[in-house]
C-alpha cells in the first residue's frame, strides 16, 4: 500500500530565469507541475523544507500530496537539481499521477540479515550488492517506498537476480519480460582473493629445464697450463763446467 505524504506548495505568478533568482535569493525554490492532461502550473516552495525533504528516502519514492492553495494534487517527483556545492536545491519537478494509469519508478533496495547469514558468518568472505535500486511498475495506489530482499539464507557461491525479489501485490519489475539477460544479478557472495605469494629474488631460483628436455651438462673447468719440466742440477754443473776458457800469458 502505497504512502501518502503532505507536500506544502505555492503558486506563483513570475516566470523565467531572473524569477528564479530572485525566488532563490528570498529562500524559496522554484518548481513545476505538469502531466495529467492538465497545463503545467508554476509553483514555489519553501528551501529548508525542501532540502530537509530531498534527505529522507520518500520523498523519492512516495505519492505526494501538494497542497496548492485550496485544492489538492497528488503527484510524484521526478526530477530534482542542487547546487554544485551549496546545501540549496536550485529545481523540483513534479508529475501529477492518475489512480487508474500505472506508472513506473525506481524504488531502492533494503537488504535484511545480511550479518546474520551463513555467508555474513564465514570468514574471509565478501558479499556485493551489485544493484542498489530497480525500475518498477504498479498503480500509484500499490507504490511501495522500498523493496526488501532478506539475506538470511545467502551461503558463500549463491547469487541473488532480480527474478528473486519478493514483490507486494500488483508491483511488477518490466525489465524481466525483455529476456532472461536482463534478469541480473543483485547480491553475490564469494571468498575473497587470497594473495599471491612473492616472487623468489632475483637469482635464488635456478631454472626449470623444459618437459622433456634434459638439463644442460655443467661447463668442465678449464686444464691448468702444463709448467716446463725443470732442468736436472747434473746437466746444470755439466755446463758450468764445459764453459771455462784457459787464458796464455
Known amino acids: 500500500m502505497a504512502k501518502i505524504r503532505n507536500v506544502p506548495v505555492e503558486?506563483?505568478?513570475d516566470e523565467g530565469k531572473g524569477a528564479s533568482r530572485r525566488l532563490r535569493a528570498a529562500g524559496k525554490v522554484p518548481a513545476i507541475l505538469y502531466g495529467g492532461g492538465q497545463a503545467p502550473r508554476a509553483l514555489q516552495m519553501d528551501q529548508l523544507l525542501a532540502y530537509r525533504y530531498a534527505n529522507n528516502e520518500w520523498f523519492y519514492t512516495s505519492i505526494l500530496e501538494l497542497d496548492v492553495g485550496n485544492e489538492t494534487q497528488k503527484a510524484l517527483l521526478r526530477d530534482l537539481q542542487r547546487h554544485p556545492y551549496k546545501p540549496?536545491?536550485?529545481?523540483?519537478?513534479?508529475?501529477?499521477?492518475?489512480?487508474?494509469?500505472?506508472v513506473r519508478l525506481r524504488v531502492p533496495l533494503h537488504f535484511l540479515n545480511q550479518a546474520t547469514s551463513p555467508a555474513g558468518k564465514t570468514g574471509g568472505s565478501l558479499i556485493l550488492h551489485e544493484l542498489n535500486d530497480v525500475e518498477i511498475s504498479c498503480l500509484p495506489k500499490d507504490l511501495p517506498e522500498y523493496l526488501e530482499v532478506d539475506l538470511a539464507e545467502l551461503k558463500v557461491g549463491d547469487t541473488i537476480h532480480v527474478?528473486?525479489?519478493?514483490?507486494?501485490?500488483?508491483?511488477?519489475?518490466?525489465?524481466?519480460?525483455l529476456g532472461r539477460e536482463h534478469n541480473v544479478a543483485v547480491v553475490v557472495a564469494r571468498m575473497a582473493i587470497e594473495e599471491a605469494p612473492e616472487a623468489p629474488a632475483e637469482g635464488a631460483a635456478q631454472a626449470v629445464p623444459a618437459a622433456g628436455k634434459k638439463p644442460a651438462a655443467p661447463a668442465k673447468a678449464a686444464?691448468?697450463?702444463?709448467?716446463?719440466?725443470?732442468?736436472?742440477?747434473?746437466?746444470?754443473?755439466?755446463?758450468?763446467?764445459?764453459?771455462?776458457?784457459?787464458?796464455s800469458f
Do not use: C, Y
Open 223 to 247: 686444464a691448468p697450463a702444463k709448467a716446463a719440466p725443470a732442468k736436472p742440477a747434473a746437466n746444470r754443473k755439466r755446463l758450468a763446467g764445459s764453459g771455462t776458457a784457459s787464458t
Open 88 to 102: 540549496m536545491l536550485l529545481h523540483i519537478d513534479f508529475q501529477r499521477v492518475s489512480e487508474t494509469e500505472p
Open 163 to 177: 527474478s528473486d525479489i519478493k514483490l507486494p501485490e500488483g508491483v511488477e519489475i518490466p525489465s524481466l519480460k
Open 11 to 13: 503558486f506563483r505568478a
